[in-house]
């Protein structure tokens, strides 16, 4: 076990966040820590890192084990670069070679035989430490880590001080993966990053040697990386074993099992109720002792119901006000640019689609490419440049932006819905409140108290209700925590009409969409399927054109041929020419590694022999020579790899 809590609580003041939770973490365990906002996953996390102390229970970490723990603030000097942050890390490593230096300057001044023994004893044992400890691996593991994390060599030398949020966020993310702890505790460590660098970092994660514990509400990141799901739920955390997406299949099962037990259980509290009001008809005192023993007995049952009964259990259907025809929306070489002449921003230009009743689709696309910009061209805020958009027969368009301007501060959550005039009784709006997460007193809440993720789910709400037959969604999971996100997407999958929604949510993109829209600067790609279809069928095309390319490379070789035979034959004697000299330096090359293989390999032997021997200065310089021979062989190599290409 690396990690061990026992009835760990935790209170803050009278308020119970968590509550006798219990759990272990295995060595090598990826563990995915879930919850609705404020459940308690990063008060869990700081109390492992001991940043807080719990309220009772025990925690027990594995004596020895280095624990990381992604902060979203971190502290940089004034004139530090990411580069200088890194190499940082590695200055017990930057001390040793300094060390080893000085030992050898030593060496070739020391002339009595103990202390040159002692010498290299010291140095034996140093140099081992050295190459244990990565210090001949560190400066590429830096480069390494930098550039997957998008720092590139002009970002590694800027000042952090001019750096955003998210890019210090970024970094403290890199250097913590460069620190190499036993034990990784992130929280969000997806934000901030692009699909490029999520991708290298979930790539990372799988292969890097540590057992971690990742706050996360990118569903699909949690998917790539975690081995077991940790839940928080009303202050109590339970464990499953897999993925997130294993996790949610078990969690319905244990759900319709507990809904099975419920249903069971009503029918024994009505038989019960039943008997009581038998028995206390009668009015003996016999039957009225029974009906107060099964009274004690129905209070236990009933209690037992209300524990078990989940939340938001309730479904509801959403209809928009008319049904839209068949076709809803028609493009023809669609174009969008702001500016002209030298100032002249170009979008997109020759977007083409065509749009059905019911489809469900999801944009994709590179940030600042017009994606939004294209939704209000489909509504009719913005005219394109050029092209052709019909629209067909009654549709009516509802429109969900992150700024979520349609709301009315001034009302409450429940005012807001009831302002619709959509027809609904009270008890039917506090019931589809209720599927989007406002319980209880919350339906009362000001609507400007409310936090981003509140507001967005409102917004959504109203959107969904509001009569609308096509939906054009703009980032709709963003500021949502992953309840809300599931809330949502099974209430869009059920919305019987068209959707459209532009979205980086990877998870999102798998579950509502149907076909998968990519915009770019030449027009767009349509791919019939989720998101995962499209990413393999997106690296298929990308095979394909670079064939298609190739290709045509060698046709256009062809035609030259044809055109200059004369020509060609001149240019296939110099490539024979430059092919032979080639074969012959790289024969020369492989004598000489070759060599150098041999001479190394009969340097580090002797140097094995020599270390025990005690021989300290003859030691010194052979580790001196052998170095240079790995820098030529080295060297080497790379010259060998280019005739090899």
Known sequence: MMITGKNITKEYGSVVVLDQISFHVNQGDRVGLVGSNGAGKTTLLKIIAGEIPLSSGTLLVRQGKKVGFLKQQEAFGPEETPLTAAEKIFRPLKEMERQMSRMEQAVASEESPEKLQQWTEEYDF????????GGYTYPGEIQGVLKGMGFGPKEQNKRIAGFSGGEKTRLALALLLLKKPDILLLDEPTNHLDIGTLKWLEQYLQGVDATMIVVSHDRYFLDKISTKIMEVEHQRLNTYAGNYSEFTQKKKQLMEEQRRRIKKQNKEIKKEEELIRRFKSHGTEKLAKRAASREKKLEKITLESWELVPVNQVKLKFSPEFKSGKEVMK????????????HKKQLFSQVEFQILRGEKIGMVGANGIGKTTLMKIIMGELKPNGGTLCRGHHVTFGYYDQEQEGLNPAHTVFEEIESLDRGYSNPEIRKLLGQFLFLGESVFLPVASLSGGEKARLALLKLMIGGANVLLLDEPTNHLDIQSKEVVEEALRAFPGTVL???????????????????????????????DYYQEKKNTVESAQRYVKELAQKEEETEQKEKSSALLRKEKKEWERKERRATREKKKLEEAIELLEKSVAQKEEKMCCLASEGNLEELVRLEKETREEKEKLEGAYEKWLQYDR
Do not use: C, M, W
């Open 331 to 342: 493009a023809q070489a669609l174009e969008k640019f702001f500016g002209y002449g030298t």
């Open 126 to 133: 140093l140099l081992a430490r050295f190459k244990e400890q």
């Open 501 to 531: 929604a532009v979205s980086h949510d990877r998870y999102f993109l798998n579950r509502v969409p149907t076909k998968i829209y990519e915009l770019n600067t030449q027009g767009l790609r349509v791919f019939q399927g989720d998101y």
